[in-house]
């Protein structure tokens, strides 16, 4: 009898064993971790454009609907100066990071000189390098080394060294699968080195372009740590407005502007989506 129970229990367990290692209590189980963190993720965002809306100052408890932080943070000359800063640095950083990083992932790919291989790791520094050690480096260098009056210069200069590399590697694994033969048939056709690159190999490049510059503009945008050492007093930028405020203490005017950041970039993603679709139809 207690062979047989034995048996029986056995059989249970491998059962159970087999059950709990399925694909189907595996997927389950994914798709609750998966749910859990998106839940973490998006939760506290969630709290943040509700009380964007909350008539009480303090944030602390649910007092009534109102729209006046909307009003305040298009009223406050601070921030929207700030904003425009921000803007003018970050359109001016993608345009230079991606001419440099689309440039120098070409001449990486198509050109053989000295040093090149020492050159394409150097590249990749301001990648890994500590946003600390970077913005300080890069201070020593402006106002010790070349001399330059800290503002809208500098901190270009500052985010293109930074942005850049995120190009370049986005347009170096788009050109190792391009056809080695592409330039050499436009060039058999008639067409000069330059418009082979510029009318054959720049539209080939176009979608990892497109993304480098998105990445640059994004990253300047959104840049805090290189900014507070190469920014000058009358180029402050949003990020380091917001975090001035934020250190005095809870602001709803940073809810409000926070919201409209987040509905800012759900429209991009909606209507890269939109043209992506377009283009596949």
């Not at 402006?142 to 500052?158: E, K, R, S």
């Amino acid at each position: 009898m207690s062979a047989v129970a034995s048996s029986f229990f056995s059989l249970n367990l491998r059962n159970l064993r087999r059950w709990l290692t399925g694909p189907r209590i595996q997927t389950g189980l994914f798709g609750l971790w998966t749910g859990l963190v998106f839940l973490f993720l998006y939760i506290p965002i969630l709290l943040l454009v509700v009380f964007s809306f909350n008539s009480s100052r303090l944030n602390i408890r649910w007092e009534g609907f109102t729209t006046k932080w909307y009003e305040a943070l298009f009223s406050n000359t601070t921030l929207i100066t700030a904003f425009h800063n921000s803007l003018i640095v970050a359109i001016a950083t993608t345009i230079l990071a991606t001419a440099l990083g689309t440039i120098g992932a070409w001449m990486l790919y198509r050109y053989r000189f000295p040093f090149q291989r020492l050159i394409g790791l150097l590249i990749f520094v301001p990648m890994v390098m500590p946003e600390v050690l970077m913005g300080v480096s890069l201070l020593v260098l402006f106002v010790q080394l070349v001399n330059i009056p800290l503002g809208y210069g500098t901190l270009i200069i500052a985010h293109t060294t930074f942005c850049f590399p995120f190009v370049l590697v986005g347009v170096q694994a788009r050109l190792h699968g391009i056809d080695p033969f592409l330039e050499e048939a436009a060039m058999d056709l008639g067409a000069t080195p330059l418009q082979a690159f510029w009318k054959v190999i720049v539209p080939y490049l176009m979608p990892a372009i497109i993304s480098g510059a998105l990445m640059s503009f994004t990253l300047s945008l959104d840049e805090y740590i290189v900014s507070v050492f190469t920014t000058g007093p009358q180029t402050q930028t949003l990020p380091l407005k917001v975090f001035g405020m934020a250190k005095v203490g809870l602001n709803p005017q940073l809810n409000a502007l926070s919201a409209l950041f987040i509905l800012g970039t759900i429209l991009l993603v909606v209507a890269s989506e939109l043209i992506s679709r377009k283009k596949h139809a």
